[in-house]
T-cell receptor, first 115, second 110 residues
Framework: SAVISQKPSRDICQRGTSLTIQCQVD?????MFWYRQQPGQSLTLIAT?????????ESGFVIDKFPISRPNLTFSTLTVSNMSPEDSSIYLC????????????FGPGTRLLVL | SQELEQSPQSLIVQEGKNLTINCTSS?????LYWYKQKYGEGLIFLMM?????EEKSHEKITAKLDEKKQQSSLHITASQPSHAGIYLC??????????FGQGTRLTINP
């Protein structure tokens, strides 16, 4: 099965600061995805990251708040900017790949607490 | 956009008992994923279903997609403490984007 890793696994940050989360996939993939899971909630897609182009953001999410980089086919970063306590969530990256039927795999998540 | 409703929202069962979790879609499902999430952690892929009537099993977990492709069920046989967690169904909205149900929190009592 796929291996997707994320750094950091968790962090506690002060409001007004920014945090960059890294996601590494063990295979080359066309698209990577960033999701947010707020406390007690399900997952919500933030944006889709394609290599070599601007990320595509879902309704309610903007590039200034969540800038994304996708420098190559195995790596992406998500920055949570100017954080507030409402940004406290688990942030997960995912990618779809595999042999035969493609499957979407998720990283272990980054647990963020903003004070 | 597509909406997924899971039932029940939470479930407490005695170890060794069977259980079923349901996932109902507002639209036809073209790809339905089941994931398990340990509290505060990432998602572990369980199974993906695409064809109407499709059924897959892995160890003691069986997932089915109905013929109309609007409902899926996840059945656990002879539950164990290791089955505890949050079970999420996710639907492929196209372009590999997934929309998720609200999750079912499963507790197994010894």
């Amino acid at each position: 099965s796929a291996v997707i890793s994320q750094k950091p696994s968790r962090d506690i940050c002060q409001r007004g600061t920014s945090l960059t989360i890294q996601c590494q996939v063990d295979s080359q993939v066309t698209m990577m995805f960033w999701y947010r899971q707020q406390p007690g909630q399900s997952l919500t897609l933030i944006a889709t990251a394609n290599q070599g182009s601007e990320a595509t953001y879902e309704s309610g999410f903007v590039i200034d708040k969540f800038p994304i980089s996708r420098p190559n086919l195995t790596f992406s970063t998500l920055t949570v900017s100017n954080m507030s306590p409402e940004d406290s969530s688990i942030y997960l990256c995912s990618a779809e790949y595999g042999t035969g039927r493609l499957t979407q795999y998720f990283g272990p998540g980054t647990r963020l607490l903003v004070l | 956009s597509q909406e997924l409703e899971q039932s029940p929202q939470s479930l407490i069962v005695q170890e060794g008992k069977n259980l079923t979790i349901n996932c109902t879609s507002s639209k036809t499902l073209y790809g339905l994923y089941w994931y398990k999430q340990k509290y505060g952690e990432g998602l572990i892929f369980l199974m993906m279903l695409q064809k109407g009537g499709e059924e897959k099993s892995h160890e003691k977990i069986t997932a089915k997609l109905d013929e109309k492709k609007q409902q899926s069920s996840l059945h656990i046989t002879a539950s164990q403490p290791s089955h505890a967690g949050i079970y999420l169904c996710g639907a492929d909205e196209g372009a590999q984007k997934l929309v998720f149900g609200q999750g079912t929190r499963l507790t197994i009592n010894p």
